[in-house]
């Protein structure tokens, strides 16, 4: 029995990746995701649907049910089957049928522009032109390499499907007859999911370090939390902590009526434990305390300093996210000595006495003294072109405390730092 | 008291958010009693900015910031002339010697040229600051201060920056140790502080990068624009003497830009000669020749004439400027290359006497004070025309080797940010994406600029909504503010300077864009101000089309037919431009003149001369124009002022239309002389009236009383003066330019073969495309003859056929076929068939001619692909249509395979195919599988290849369907009757809107009769816009207001024709 292959294009494929593998693993075991649509072996569905027509007529329905645009195209070849669906797939009109492979325009062959061009010069527009051809003919004229085209317009392609659809993920979820206030009502339910979603992952031979985490609440909205680790595993009670740290941090609104959990794939974890001593806090320990910390001070007040290449009133932005990476290195290196200053986060808020122009006196919640010298007045500025900003800063010696720096904002005076 | 020592102007390019003079400005403002403009590597902005500071009082000073060769600046700024000199030639070696951009000095340069100048250490890009960064600061410094012993300061700079005190620490205490001065500046780069924000722009321009991504390569923050005593005296509280120094360092400073004493070239002479004997000899000489033929009442008046304008020579010392564009006059006419002399020159009966003119002026009435007179205070103005391309460019590499290249130089020209560079400019820095970027640009059509709200408007329109997004009105600001800034140096069209001495040492020199170019760093307007004298060596499309039209007229017609030697009477050059049937003419084939003629109807050359004059913007504004061709329709009586003044504008029917009428009416009714006759002029001209104007008003006003005018008659006088100032144009201009309209239709009239051809060889020009010239040409019964490489040169030729003179395309319209190559195919062919020609026809031997594709590639092997295929579609590769162009092409393809590919395919192909391209046959086989190109599509590919069709106009295959749905052709919108609705179909050839026509626009479409003009008031162009703008052909229904004109109502594009049409577009 020869073979039949259908191909879906949709310009809305990223859109509608999920679908689009739904409706071919309908038709098809085996299926290959293209990036602008779906592609799926067809072959011996004429005993069970009919003619290729009326596979085509079948799998446009169901496309057309989910209101995809796009088109479809049902042929021999991978090729053809591709190309037919390729034709007009730029449109986000209803679904249709392509089947006329002859009037197929050349653009989508796969030549080049400077072939394509001399082709339209020569009044050579849709594949039926280029079959009226004797194959010798184009084959002197542009090389061997153009069998491959040839073989494409005669339907003779012999490119393979190459299936790339596998299991990625896992989900589990849980519809509550009543609706719970508090999340830590669900911790019972959720450690049982939990257990079982991770012992289907450890059934295909991954590891896990992405959780997708979803709420339907009672107002009908829906909270969603995206919980990452920087390491696979399968440690169920680690994953319980680290879901209820930052559910704690971040509650949902309203009651919650359903809880749904994906469990994303990834390669197990390659490094082995218990040979030797452990000479580092483990990844999970250091996860787990980072955590706790971002629930204590809050998710914008913990995380890795980050350089920032703008001019920002503040040099450095916090990344929540990112853990400390990079090599580490111990060599000592020359350089010229750098003061090291500390940013208060917040500012202190100061009372400053002036006299004569002069900054003689300052007062903050910790420290009380004169003020011995001064250097500034700094200005910065920037962004003017989205988000202004300024500052109007002194760097200034305390009498018996140290050097700090005072900035001062619509007439209120902080400190915002100390020299070391 | 505080100066700012060290400021940098847009002229740095990319540098600064602000021009020199609001830096002059500026400074003023802020009280200051002296400025230093210090722009890298350059003085551009130095003679405005010069002008500027002395206009608001106070001492402008000159310098530049030397780019060293570790890419540091070393601000230097001139003490005294020697010292301003030796920067001119420091900053002009730097730039000489490597390719443009790539310019550095080395210490060397330095040392030799530092005499005069005072050195700073310099900001944070100094030289110092890069020493000591380098830890070589102590050596650097030292190094310094032997260069420039006594004239070296330490500059410290502050800008409310922390890391700049570690620095100006280090600074303190060199000047300590070295026992130096130092002052303060800020280094500013701009004058406001809000120009910061330009500034950034500029810097992400600079840096290819926009304002986003740019992150610490952006200012800091906005402290370097010009700060008042009280500022700087806060920021150096500390260091008071480096602030009251800088006035000290100013007072130093004794140069000026007035002390420039530009001159002019010496003639050579022999002992006991002086310029202006020579001057007269020569004139004199040359006088007796040119008006031997003219009739007495002429020739009497030549050597009184030749004496005042000696006088007037003499006092002015200007013998050597008149002997030297005397020479380069005749230089042209020892190598034959055709030259007028244009512009007021024409005034000159010595100027016409040297042969430099052509107008005689004494035949003609030409008031010579329009020129040179007593008064002016001006150099004159000599300007000459030659033809474009390589005759001007022998002119302008003669005057580079006669002169030396350190003493001439092209004349500048600041390229500004104008609409478009601006809008792509900004939105790029703005982060806009391509397809943005693109619409943006869009929305500035040629003809619009956009001012204040206009641009918000327009971006509305678009779905951008200002009034929502903080971007697009920064975007939307920035672009009002950086219109006018400059964006790099070009060269002037023509003009170019000469001097005695040394010129680098008055202005630096730069190399040029063009190969073997130099250009001053200075523009017209800078030149005219410090009294710079240009000669202008204009190239003209015109000249050349002329030069080769004579050439080919003597070549097919025997007849020697020079430019001066036309009769002036000939009846079909008039009948030509009574009807308006002008395409191609010079001067009067635009629209407005094609619409104009039939109604002011030509009779005589100074109609012509008026012709050439009155369709400008400012006889129509002023309204002389409807009131022109009322007179000389006879629909309106011809008066004057006064009667006094009716010799004066009797030639104009009343209406004063030429400068030179302005001059004679004032020294005949106010008795001026005629240096105060052009003074009246030119302060009457200017926008803004002050005490000159009133005092120059008033002295008229005194003449005319004196002459007995009545109070009445002399403020319409007055008033009419005034107005006139602005409009008028010079008479001799108007002269010289009409010889050369003249000359153009007597030749179009009478040998339109010859002058198309030569016309086409110097496409483009002229106000049509070339598919409209030859459609026309056409309509006139020219036959033009297929492209075929066989018989088409690189240029166009004339053939003779049956006795009729035809022209063969030349292969330099097949696009994208290269010069070198189209010449080498004529060349190759003419070496094999050199005793046979074009013209006999059928005589050609069957070995001579390309007699395949194979043969063209062998015999010219640099040949490529795309000229290959681009000769075939072109129809070059016919071979006296043994195939049609598709299966040239075909063949084509196979013949261009690479040589390996040949080899390796060469059995299959002789297998499978029965084409053989050899050099001995040329046995086609026609594949079915192509079809022959035919009808619209031939012409189609015609327009594409080659910009032009002798096959039918693509409207006349539509013809058949227009007619049917009512549709008329061109040639019946001449029959129809006021208020007539009509429809007419045609490619759009012209879309203007003339500033003069209060946003109405003008459209004139072409179909295979002729051209149908309409006329599109402003409601209904912002109704039709994008329909307008974006479709080549266009159905438009119109009304029928008066002859050659209909007033559009309605637009609809043209379908199924795909050809692409250039238009004239709001040019």
Not at chain 2, 886 to 891: C, D, I, K, S, T
Request: negative net charge; aromatic residues 10%.
């Amino acid at each position: 029995m020869s073979k039949l292959f259908a191909c879906i294009i949709s310009p809305r494929t990223a859109d509608h990746k999920g679908i689009l593998v739904d409706i071919a693993s309908r038709f098809a075991h085996s299926i290959e995701m293209l990036e602008d649509g779906v592609l799926f072996d067809v072959s011996g569905l004429e005993r069970l649907i009919g003619r290729p027509e009326k596979v085509a007529q079948k799998i446009v329905a169901e496309v057309r049910r989910h209101k995809i645009p796009g088109s479809v195209g049902v042929a021999t070849t991978v090729d053809s089957a591709t190309l037919l669906a390729r034709q007009e797939s730029e449109t986000e009109q209803a679904m249709h049928l392509a089947d006329k492979f002859e009037q197929l325009p050349l653009r989508d062959l796969g030549l080049t522009q400077d072939t394509l061009n001399v082709f339209e010069d020569l009044g050579l527009h849709r594949v039926e032109d280029l079959l009226a051809i004797p194959r010798s003919e184009l084959i002197s004229r542009y090389g061997r390499e153009f069998q491959n085209v040839i073989d494409t317009i005669e339907q003779k392609g012999t490119s393979l499907m190459t299936p790339n659809i596998k299991e990625d993920r896992v989900a589990w979820s849980f519809d509550l007859d009543q609706s719970v206030e508090n999340f830590e009502q669900l911790i019972f339910v959720l450690n049982h999911g939990l257990e079982r979603l991770l012992a289907e992952v450890n059934a295909y031979g991954f590891s896990c370090e992405y959780l997708d985490l979803d709420f339907k609440l009672k107002n009908k909205t829906e909270k969603a939390y995206e919980i990452r680790t920087s390491f696979p595993t399968l440690d169920r009670a680690f994953w319980l902590k680290l879901i209820n740290l930052r559910v704690a941090l971040d509650p949902p609104e309203a009651d919650i009526i359903s809880m749904n959990v994906v469990a994303h794939f990834t390669k197990s974890r390659p490094d082995q434990r218990g040979l030797y001593a452990v000479t580092r806090p483990e990844p999970e320990s250091l996860l787990l305390t980072v955590n706790k910390l971002k629930k204590l001070v809050g998710r914008d007040n913990l995380g890795v300093p980050v350089l920032l290449n703008q001019r920002v009133a503040e040099p450095f932005a916090l990344d929540a996210d990112a853990l400390p990476l990079g090599d580490e290195k111990g060599e000592a290196i020359g350089r010229k000595p750098i003061i090291a200053f500390s940013h208060f986060r917040p500012p202190i808020r100061a009372e400053v006495l002036i006299r004569d122009r002069q900054l003689v006196f300052v007062r903050t919640r910790d420290l009380s003294g004169h003020i011995l010298n001064v250097s500034g007045v700094w200005k910065s500025n920037s962004r003017w072109w989205d988000q202004p900003w300024k500052t109007t800063e002194w760097d200034i010696e305390v009498e018996n405390y140290g050097i700090y720096r005072l900035c001062k904002m619509r007439d209120e005076w902080f400190l915002v730092g100390e020299y070391d | 008291m505080f100066c700012e020592l060290h400021t940098r102007s847009a002229f740095s390019f990319l540098a600064s958010g602000s021009q020199p003079q609001r830096m002059a400005g500026r400074a003023a403002e802020l009280g200051m009693k002296a400025v230093a403009l210090i722009d890298r590597d350059t003085v551009a902005g130095a003679v405005r900015f010069h002008f500027e500071a002395k206009e608001w009082g106070i001492k402008p000073i000159i310098g530049s910031e030397i780019t060293m060769d570790d890419g540091s600046l070393l601000p230097l700024v001139p003490l005294n002339i020697g010292g301003y000199r030796n920067l001119s030639k420091l900053i002009t070696t730097i730039k000489l010697r490597n390719k443009k951009g790539d310019h550095f000095a080395t210490r060397e340069d330095i040392e030799q040229h530092s005499d005069g100048l005072m050195c700073f250490t310099g900001g944070a890009d100094g030289f110092l600051h890069r020493s000591i960064k380098n830890g070589c600061g102590q050596i650097d410094l030292a190094w310094l201060n032997f260069v420039f012993d006594k004239r070296l300061y330490v500059e410290l700079q502050r800008h409310h920056l922390r890391h700049e005190e570690n620095i100006n620490q280090q600074l303190l205490g060199l000047a300590h140790k070295f026992r130096l001065p130092f002052f303060a500046s800020n280094g500013a780069y701009y004058a406001d502080q809000h120009d910061r924000e330009l500034f950034d722009v500029f810097t992400c321009i600079k840096n290819h990068t926009n304002i986003y991504a740019a992150g610490k390569i952006l200012s800091e923050n906005s402290e370097r624009h010009l700060k008042n005593a009280g500022q700087i005296h806060a920021l150096f509280a500390d260091l008071p003497e480096a602030v009251d120094i800088t006035a000290e360092i100013a007072d130093r400073v004794e140069f000026s830009m007035d002390e420039l004493s530009y001159t002019f070239p010496d003639y050579p002479l022999t002992p006991g000669q002086s310029a202006d004997s020579v001057l007269r000899e020569k004139a004199l000489a040359r006088a007796h020749e040119r008006y031997r033929e003219a009739a007495w009442p002429i020739r009497s008046q030549v050597a009184s004439r030749l004496e005042k304008e000696f006088r007037i020579i003499e006092m002015k010392k200007l013998a050597g400027y008149f002997l030297t564009v005397c020479d380069i006059s005749d230089f042209c006419k020892d190598n034959k290359i055709l030259s007028q002399g244009r512009g007021s020159a024409a005034n000159s009966v010595v100027c016409y006497s040297l042969g430099i003119t052509a107008v005689d002026p004494i035949q003609h009435d030409l008031l010579f004070e329009r020129f040179l007179s007593e008064k002016y205070e001006q150099y004159p103005d000599i300007d000459i025309d030659l033809p474009s391309g390589d005759d001007r460019e022998a002119v302008i590499q003669h005057v580079y080797k006669k002169y030396g290249r350190r003493s001439s130089g092209m004349t500048a020209n600041v390229i500004s940010y104008r609409g478009k560079s601006a809008v792509r400019e900004v939105g790029k820095t703005f982060g806009f994406g391509t397809e943005v970027l693109d619409r943006l640009s869009k929305l500035n059509s040629h003809y619009e600029m956009f001012k204040g709200k206009e641009l918000e408007k327009r971006l509305k329109e678009e779905g951008f909504d200002t009034a929502e997004n903080f971007r697009l009105q920064k975007f939307s600001d920035l672009y009002q503010r950086i219109l006018d800034f400059p964006r790099h140096l070009g060269q002037h069209s023509g003009g170019m300077v000469v001097s005695l001495n040394r010129l680098d040492g008055i202005v630096p020199i730069e190399p040029a864009s063009m190969a073997d170019r130099t250009i001053i760093q200075w523009d017209k307007d800078d030149c005219e101000a410090l009294k710079i004298v240009k000669i202008d060596l204009l190239g003209l499309g015109m000249m050349a089309v002329l030069r080769d039209t004579i050439t080919l007229i003597k070549e097919h017609h025997g007849v020697d037919l020079t430019l001066y030697k036309l009769p002036h009477d000939d009846d079909k050059v008039y009948d030509a431009l009574q009807k308006g049937d002008t395409v191609g003419m010079f001067q009067v084939e635009s629209r407005a003149q094609i619409a104009f003629l039939p109604k002011s109807k030509p009779a005589n050359f100074y109609d012509i001369v008026v012709q050439v004059a009155i369709i400008r913007p400012g006889p129509i504004v002023g309204n002389m124009l409807h009131s022109y061709i009322k007179r000389r329709q006879g629909l309106e009586e011809v008066t004057y002022p006064h009667e006094s003044l009716k010799p004066i504008l009797k030639r104009t029917m009343g209406v004063p239309l030429f400068q030179e009428q302005l001059l004679k009416m004032a020294m005949d009714i106010a008795g001026f002389s005629g240096g105060e006759a052009d003074e009246l002029r030119r302060a009457m001209g200017f926008k803004r009236p002050d005490r000159k104007m009133e005092k120059i008003a008033q002295n008229l006003r005194d003449g005319m009383t004196k002459k007995g005018l009545p109070p009445d008659v002399q403020d319409q006088i007055v008033d009419y003066t005034k107005a006139f100032a602005n409009y008028g144009f010079p008479e001799s201009h108007a002269f010289s330019f009409a010889l050369l309209a003249y000359a153009s239709a007597y030749y179009i009239v009478h040998y339109r073969a010859c002058f198309m051809a030569a016309m086409f060889n110097n496409y483009p020009l002229g106000f049509y495309n070339a598919a409209t010239l030859v459609k026309d040409a056409q309509r006139h019964g020219l036959h033009f003859k297929p492209l075929d490489i066989n018989k088409s040169d690189y240029d166009f030729k004339v053939v003779e056929e049956n006795g009729a003179k035809k022209v063969r395309i030349g292969l330099r319209f097949v696009r994208g076929l290269r010069e070198e190559i189209g010449k080498k195919i004529e060349s190759e062919r003419r070496q094999l068939t050199r005793e046979f020609s074009d013209t006999q026809a059928g005589s050609l031997p069957s070995d001579k001619p390309y007699t395949s594709i194979a043969d063209l590639i062998d015999r010219v092997p640099d040949i490529n692909k795309r000229e290959i295929r681009a000769l075939s579609l072109a129809g070059a590769l016919n071979f006296d249509n043994t195939v049609h162009r598709r299966e040239a092409l075909w063949e084509s393809e196979l013949a261009i395979q690479p040589e390996g590919q040949l080899f390796e395919n060469a059995e299959l192909r002789m297998e499978n195919t029965e084409w053989k391209s050899t050099n001995s046959s040329f046995d086609i086989h026609h594949p079915s599988f192509l079809n022959r190109m035919e009808g619209l599509e031939l012409v189609e590919t015609d327009l594409r290849k080659t910009g032009i069709s002798i096959g039918k106009h693509p409207m006349a295959f539509l013809r058949e369907e227009m007619t049917r749905r009512g549709v008329l052709s061109a040639i019946d919108t001449q029959n129809l009757r006021r208020n007539e609705v009509v429809s007419v179909a045609g490619a759009v050839i012209i879309r203007q809107r003339p500033m003069t026509a209060k946003n109405v626009v003008f459209i004139t479409i072409e179909d295979e009769t002729g051209f149908a003009n309409f006329v599109v008031m402003p409601d209904k162009f912002e109704e039709y816009r994008a329909v307008i703008n974006q479709n080549d052909f266009l159905i438009i229904r119109g009304i029928f207001e008066e002859r050659g004109m209909l007033k559009a109502l309605h637009f609809t594009p043209v379908q199924d024709i795909t050809s692409k049409v250039e238009s004239h577009n709001f040019r």
